[in-house]
């Protein structure tokens, strides 16, 4: 039986040999790859920051900890990205926006995307509107998702909204996520949408892309508020 405690203290203490080692026993055991992600790992790294927040830790011990979450994001990335069948769903350019560092929440999502069959094209990080634009024309994208974690920078995913349409790609949904977005947010900057976390993230992908006609998709719902 997974010890997800366990799991939570060891990504806490940025062990990066036993977090990834623990989750492999977890799916070997036969847990769920999502319960392992969030009982395992997110449920860890919200401790980190809450502790983060209240100047319990500091920067050092938060990198360790998001070192450890990647190594284990190795581990499931192959359970995650796996396509069942059609790989056709459409093309994202997906990004972290100018100014911010933060990626492990925009991988995951990039991951469980690619995994209902997207294409995804990562930026990274540190996104600028042109790099958007420009991947967008490139890549003929159906849908562009950024992602902040920061109060200071979210403010720029309006740039990129605006810069978007002044290229004359308003035409392309646009997703936003990250844990200071919000519905009432993406409403007063002119995103398509907003997703509170991977797993509603994807099914507001599907519901974005799908074909005009397309009911049983049109009508999913998607989580967060
Ligand atoms: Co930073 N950091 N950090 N940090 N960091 C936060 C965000 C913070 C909330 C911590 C805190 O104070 N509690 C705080 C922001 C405060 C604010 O703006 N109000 C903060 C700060 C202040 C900073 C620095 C400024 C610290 C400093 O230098 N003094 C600095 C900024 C650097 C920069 O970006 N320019 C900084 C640096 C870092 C590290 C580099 C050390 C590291 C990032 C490593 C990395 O990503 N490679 C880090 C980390 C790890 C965090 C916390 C602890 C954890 C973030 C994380 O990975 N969560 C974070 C605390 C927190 O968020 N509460 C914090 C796990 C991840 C799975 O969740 O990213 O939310 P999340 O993604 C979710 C959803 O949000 C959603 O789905 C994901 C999966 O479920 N989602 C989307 C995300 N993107 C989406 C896109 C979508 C849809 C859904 O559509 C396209």
């Known amino acids: 039986m997974a010890d997800y405690a366990l799991m939570n203290h060891r990504l806490f203490e940025g062990d990066r040999e036993t977090v990834p080692r623990m989750t492999e026993e977890a799916l070997a055991e036969g847990c769920p790859v999502l319960e392992v992600l969030e009982d395992g790992l997110i449920a860890g790294m919200r401790v980190v920051g809450e502790d983060f927040k209240h100047n319990r830790i500091f920067v050092p011990e938060v ?33 972290t926006v100018k100014g911010d560092l933060h990626d492990i929440g925009k991988n995951l999502v990039g991951m469980m995307a690619e995994g209902a069959g997207f294409k995804i094209v990562d930026l990274g990080t540190n996104t600028s509107a042109e790099e ?26 309006k740039t990129v909204i605006d810069e978007m349409r002044d290229a004359g790609l308003g035409h392309i949904p646009v997703c936003i996520g ?31 892309t799908a074909p005009a006609g397309d009911s049983a998709v049109q009508t999913a719902t998607v989580g967060g508020s």
Do not use: C, N, W
């Not at 420009?134 to 403010?155: C, F, I, N, Q, Y």
């Not at 977005?181 to 409403?187: E, H, T």
């Open 63 to 95: 990198l360790l900890a998001a070192r450890a979450m990647k190594a284990a994001m190795v581990v499931l990335q192959p359970l995650l990205t796996a396509a069942d069948g059609d790989s056709s769903a459409g093309t994202i350019v997906m990004g």
């Open 132 to 157: 958007f634009i420009a991947a967008a024309r490139e890549h003929d994208a159906d849908l562009l998702g950024m992602s902040a974690l920061l109060t200071t920078t979210m403010v720029y995913m």
């Open 178 to 208: 990250g844990a200071p977005i919000s519905q009432s947010y993406a409403d007063e900057i002119g995103a398509s949408g907003y997703a509170a976390d991977a797993g509603s993230a994807v099914e507001l992908f599907k519901r974005l």
